[in-house]
């Protein structure tokens, strides 16, 4: 367990003050932006330190993407941050078997299958309505369990010199079984994104449909790599000519080698499964003795200022607020995913099970 230092909050808020700058004399134009400064969104409690108030966070997110946000909330409001960072699987499983007796007051997940696997074992505390209400119903608990803090899209990356979008893409992922796509596709049935997909598609359409997709991209010699990033470096390198990845990845690719970088993504909306939004998500546990402080903490993970963050600095899509996305995404309205509680997305084991039957995953 970590408890967050104020050296580091400070370091955080000089690195803070720079970006801002640059974002002021560039006008957003393609400039760095990072979250305001705690001037810009007044607090919610007092800034002298109150070391009663303590908030412990069980991440399923990765340390070097949220650990600013955290640093951040503590130095605003005084409350001493104690954080575990591990994977979302990982944080889930180990919320389960510490039960009411855990430590935690607050669980910040990388994805909803683990939120949802948590809020059906009756671990996770209501998040009040005002809460709620920040926030599309498409993105957060039916039950009002745990909410969405930020957006992944599924996309098609796809080569820019051997696709035309408009011409050569098909309508739906669940045609890239097709024989002219043979050996031109690259997947990461490893991924827990992925992972989430599958499960998307066995709920959506059925579990016999599921199964004879992931067996038609095995047997059309779809390409395996290890995640999202080799995918979409294997796109622009033409070593396939379209992958299936999460959005942000090219965002990052873009930031790093401008325009002239060899792939882009393509939204495949019309409900299909191919066109699945996914988000991280944040949820209260029952056990919890803090809920007031857990509360504030949700409600500054939804405010400009970390949605702020979450488009500009990860790159994902906020989700409240009124934040727009970075650069030129298309809007979250206009995506169209396929109808879906994404606290379903809970079996993870049944996907895994389906991935070794049908011998994607060894």
């Not at 944080?91 to 909803?112: C, I, K, S």
């Not at 796809?158 to 992922?173: E, R, W």
């Not at 796509?181 to 992925?194: D, E, I, K, L």
Request: proline share 7%.
């Amino acid at each position: 367990m970590k408890s967050l230092s104020r050296l580091g909050a400070r370091a955080f808020w000089l690195r803070a003050g720079l970006l801002l700058l640059a974002v002021a004399l560039v006008a957003c134009g393609g400039g760095g932006s990072t979250l305001p400064p705690a001037a810009a969104s007044p607090p919610p409690a007092p800034t002298t330190p109150d070391r009663d108030r303590t908030l412990t966070v069980y991440s399923g997110r990765s340390q070097t993407l949220v650990h600013p946000l955290l640093v951040t909330f503590g130095e605003q409001t005084g409350i001493d941050i104690r954080v575990k960072y591990a994977g979302s699987s990982s944080t889930a499983a180990t919320l389960l078997e510490e039960g009411d007796n855990t430590p935690a007051d607050v669980v910040f997940m990388q994805d909803p299958g683990s939120l949802g696997i948590l809020a059906d074992a009756g671990m996770l505390s209501q998040i009040p309505q005002a809460s709620l209400d920040k926030v599309d119903p498409r993105f957060r608990s039916p039950a009002g369990l745990w909410i969405g803090t930020s957006g992944r899209a599924r996309t098609i990356i796809y080569n820019t010199d051997a696709i035309n979008p408009v011409t050569d893409l098909p309508p739906s992922i669940l045609d890239f079984t097709r024989p002219e796509w043979r050996g031109r596709v690259g997947w990461a049935p490893r991924n827990g994104s992925f992972q989430a997909f599958v499960t998307a598609l066995r709920l959506t359409l059925s579990e016999d449909s599921a199964r004879e997709w992931l067996i038609g991209m095995r047997d059309n010699d779809a390409v395996d790599y290890p995640n999202n990033v080799t995918t979409v470096s294997a796109a622009a390198a033409g070593e396939v000519d379209v992958g299936f990845v999460n959005h942000y990845y090219l965002e990052r690719f873009l930031e790093e080698h401008g325009e002239v970088f060899g792939a882009r993504n393509h939204y495949l909306g019309n409900g299909d499964p191919g066109a699945l939004v996914l988000v991280a998500g944040v949820g209260i546990l029952d056990a919890s003795e803090n809920k007031d402080i857990a509360e504030e903490f949700v409600d500054f993970l939804l405010g400009e200022p970390a949605q702020t963050y979450f488009a500009q600095e990860i790159k994902e899509y906020p989700v409240s607020a009124g934040v727009e996305p970075a650069g030129d995404l298309p809007a979250l309205e206009s995506l169209d995913p396929p109808n879906l509680d994404l606290g379903s997305l809970s079996d993870l084991e049944g996907t895994l099970d389906l991935l070794r039957d049908t011998e994607v995953l060894p």
